[in-house]
């Protein structure tokens, strides 16, 4: 007598599951695409926070430490810094002459955002002279913007004269990415 479990076995044969791993392969391949601009719009988007929070923080560092801070930006190198001395340099180490660096309980503290940690990202400024200034009694700051564009992605982080930094979306963009468009 046969057992009915053999007589009704259940399961994939190897041609459905060759079907199925085919079926996936088409699917994934047509998602690529669209995976890597999602890739490519999310390291724009946190590189632009990166530098707004920098911005940012040298300008409420000038307020604690009684002392303008500066900017620096190097498109070539793809760094942003601040220190209270203008034009610091945002591609060498802490204790090097000139770094954008800011001391605390003794020990140099860099101030950078590297480009390095975001691949693909594009930067360009417009500062005046040297780059941005926060004036720590006012308030006010030399103005310009710090663009960053990623593939078909571009986002501005803004300094105004009255010392306003924000993210926002370059005049002429289609794809803001939920930020306001930029001041003219």
């Known amino acids: 007598m046969q057992n009915k479990q053999t007589l009704n ?3 994939f044969t190897l041609i459905e599951a060759m079907i199925v791993v085919a079926i996936i392969a088409i699917v994934l391949s047509l998602a690529a695409p669209s995976f890597n601009d999602f890739f490519e719009k999310n390291r724009l ?3 632009a926070e990166e ?3 920098l ?3 040298a300008r409420a560092e000038g307020v604690i430490r009684d002392a303008d801070m ?3 930006v190097d498109t070539g190198e793809w760094c942003v810094g601040y220190a209270a001395t203008a034009g610091c340099d945002c591609t060498v180490g802490k204790d090097a002459a000139g770094a954008c660096s800011v001391p605390v309980a003794g020990t140099n503290v860099l101030q950078v955002v590297n480009g390095a940690n975001f691949s693909g990202v594009t930067i360009a400024e417009t500062f005046a002279g040297i780059g941005a200034s926060f004036d720590n009694v006012k308030g006010t700051a ?3 913007r710090v663009s ?3 593939g078909d992605w571009d986002l501005d982080v803004v300094v105004s004269g009255m010392g306003r930094v924000m993210i926002c979306s ?4 289609t794809t803001t990415m939920g930020y306001i468009a930029c001041p003219l």
């Open 148 to 150: 960053l564009s990623a």
């Open 51 to 53: 530098v707004y929070g």
């Open 55 to 57: 911005v940012t923080k």
């Open 9 to 11: 076995q259940q399961g």
């Open 45 to 47: 988007k946190r590189a």
């Open 170 to 173: 370059p005049a002429g963009s």
């Open 70 to 72: 500066s900017i620096a």
């Open 142 to 144: 030399g103005t310009g």
